[in-house]
């Protein structure tokens, strides 16, 4: 290695499951767009040894050579799948979306997912206190009215 180059680790998670000898050549040539691939290993679990869909990339990137640019999230080999990845010195990430276009304290997924469920989580206490109980037990009233 040289002074132009860049040693990166990146953690990888959301890893489509596939057997070991088939997945690490399909990361190798998803990740050798993004630099000189040094290492790569998939995680799995101590008691069993399953996969547990996490693994690690190391790149060396020359600073001379054009490489494309990491992305919170990847393209997998997967149609419509993407591998989400964090590696040191990158900016801050959504924690929800996984995006580096906004963080999790502006995140429109995460508001609205919490603000809905406090505004259901009221609406069914208001209903329960204040409706009429024939609306939610109906064959309770009716069978009791006959």
Known sequence: MDKNSEVIRIRITNIPYEKDD???PLMIQLFEKYGSILEIGLHHTVDGGWFNG???VTLV???????????PQI?????????HIVWSNMKPICNYCHVDYHTRVNCPVSFVRFSVMEGHLKLIQQRILFADVSVFF?????????
């Open 138 to 146: 109906p064959t309770f009233v009716s069978a009791k009215e006959k």
């Open 61 to 71: 990137k020359d600073k001379t050579k054009n490489y494309e640019p990491l992305t």
């Open 54 to 56: 996490r693994g690690y």
């Open 22 to 24: 088939k997945l690490k």
């Open 75 to 83: 393209p997998s080999w997967e149609q419509g799948h993407y591998l």
